[in-house]
């Protein structure tokens, strides 16, 4: 029999230490505590838009871009035709802007481009300090910083010289870049 007395003690004192177990599991859970964050996170947008008229903004990229629309259907040598040409950033973003030239020089055209404060201001008889002068069609490049929601218009003077034959013709087209600030 001692045994078995034996076997009740042990199985009162596992029976005990169980419940202290339980009892001090739910003592440490009274006093456990945390502390959580989370974060949330959006890209912000910017876009560079352009107009001819400086009223009606739109994206005009490479695939369909806009058309200047120069004072003049043919030109003879002497002539000098105007286009304004405006620049804008939307979204949350001021961005560097960089505009490359890509199209045929033709002997006899020029162009000058000036830097205007509204596209009223762009005619052949401008006196604004050109940003470059002289260029043809083919080269010509140009720098600016644009802050979100402020406008920018440059002028293109396009003059023919004594230079330019009869019945030919060149197109260019000027691609400005911008990356977001």
Not at 66 to 78: E, K, M, N, R, Y
Request: hydrophobic share 40%; aromatic share 8%; net charge negative.
């Amino acid at each position: 029999m001692k045994q078995s007395t034996r076997s009740r003690k042990f199985k009162a004192i596992l029976a005990g230490g169980a419940v202290l177990g339980v009892g001090a599991a739910v003592t440490l859970a009274a006093w456990s505590d945390d502390q959580a964050a989370t974060g949330t996170f959006t890209a912000g947008t910017f876009e560079l838009q352009s107009s001819t008229d400086g009223t009606t903004w739109a994206n005009n990229g490479q695939s369909a871009p806009a058309t200047l629309t120069f004072d003049a259907g043919t030109l003879a040598p002497g002539d000098t035709v105007a286009a304004p040409f405006g620049l804008q950033v939307t979204g949350d973003y001021s961005a560097d802007v960089t505009m490359s030239t890509n199209g045929t020089a033709l002997a006899g055209l020029t162009y000058d481009l000036y830097e205007v404060t509204n596209p009223g201001e762009c005619t052949t008889g401008i006196t604004e300090t050109a940003v470059f002068s002289d260029s043809d069609l083919a080269t010509g490049t140009y720098n600016t910083t644009l802050d979100v929601g402020t406008p920018a218009f440059v002028c293109f003077v396009v003059t023919a010289s004594t230079d330019l034959e009869q019945g030919t013709s060149a197109s260019t087209t000027w691609t400005f870049d911008a990356a977001s600030k």
